[in-house]
């Protein structure tokens, strides 16, 4: 049995950055992360263990620093964290910014914005939280859902599938023809690259693991995609989720990652399994 990773998987430059950033901060001094820095519950223990404090509201805050996570935030919060006196370091991905920038322009410009994403996804609150009127859409009933605007301005959450997007923004387009709808594409290039990697290792592979936290976003997107190439995919947070079982009669096993992996956990997902093949010899 063959075991292949796919081209582009695991932890995104923005991830990277955001978790070296609060562990130097930690280092200066006591820390609170508003929310989780990152779906993974790896990350997030080890940044616990240096003594990072997470509190999902400012209310929880005990620190006189806290950070905002790489999901990004919106400038209210950010002003209503600051009149707290609180001193705010911001971990925000750059390419979140970008899809922040988008979404203020879209509104500058008279559109009326609708993103395509989880609604209750940190992310998603961030982009809308400076808007006063705004739709967000995950599925072809909530196009259906939508009112009619003149100008729609559709922007989507960095980590969505791509296909998925595209397949939207056209049914939004379809279903108000005299509408002016821009779309502006605020998927992350990590997102894209890791998404048609997995698409390339699907095709080819018997069974895929994908590894990654259960509420990472990215991951449970780079799930549905495998699932579309290959009838044998499986989700694990770490090695011990692995069953030897899954690898029955299988050839060539795929292994990818959502973009709050870490390597370390990637690399013992797939020592695991050669392990558990080569007992089953
Ligand atoms: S998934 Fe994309 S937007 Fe999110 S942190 Fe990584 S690079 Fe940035």
Redesign the pocket.
């Known amino acids: 049995m063959d075991i292949i990773r796919a081209a582009h998987l695991g932890m995104?430059?923005?991830?990277r950055d955001a978790v070296a950033l609060a562990l130097e901060h930690a280092d200066a001094g006591p820390l609170t992360i508003l929310g989780d820095l990152v779906h993974n519950p790896t990350v997030l223990s080890a940044l616990e263990a240096k003594g990072i404090a997470v509190a999902q509201d400012v209310a929880g805050v005990t620190t006189q620093t806290v950070m905002v996570t790489?999901h990004g935030t919106s400038e209210r919060t950010l002003a209503r964290t600051r009149a707290l006196g609180l001193t705010v370091v911001e971990a925000t991905?750059p390419?979140?910014d970008v899809a922040h920038r988008a979404v203020a322009a879209l509104a500058r410009e008279g559109y009326h914005v609708v993103i395509i994403g989880q609604r209750d996804h940190v992310e998603v609150r961030g982009l809308t939280g400076d808007l006063d009127r705004f739709d967000v859409v995950l599925d072809e009933a909530d196009v259906l859902a939508l009112d009619e605007h003149p100008r729609i301005g559709v922007a989507a959450q960095?980590?969505q599938a791509v296909a998925r997007v595209r397949h939207l923004v056209d049914r939004i387009r379809r279903r108000f023809p005299s509408s002016d709808v821009r779309f502006l594409d605020t998927v992350?290039k990590?997102?894209k690259e890791r998404q048609s990697a997995a698409v390339e290792m699907a095709r080819q592979a018997d069974v895929v693991i994908v590894v990654g936290g259960r509420s990472s976003n990215?991951t449970r997107e780079l799930v549905t995609t495998c699932g579309r190439y290959c009838a044998r995919v499986h989700h694990v947070q770490t090695d011990a989720d692995v069953r030897p079982e899954w690898f029955d009669g299988a050839k060539i096993v795929g292994l990818t990652a959502g973009?709050s992996t870490p390597d370390e956990v990637i690399d013992r997902v797939e020592a695991h399994i050669r392990l558990r093949v080569e007992e089953l010899g």
């Open positions: 995104c430059f923005g991830v790489a991905c390419l979140v960095t980590t992350c990590p997102t990215n973009t």
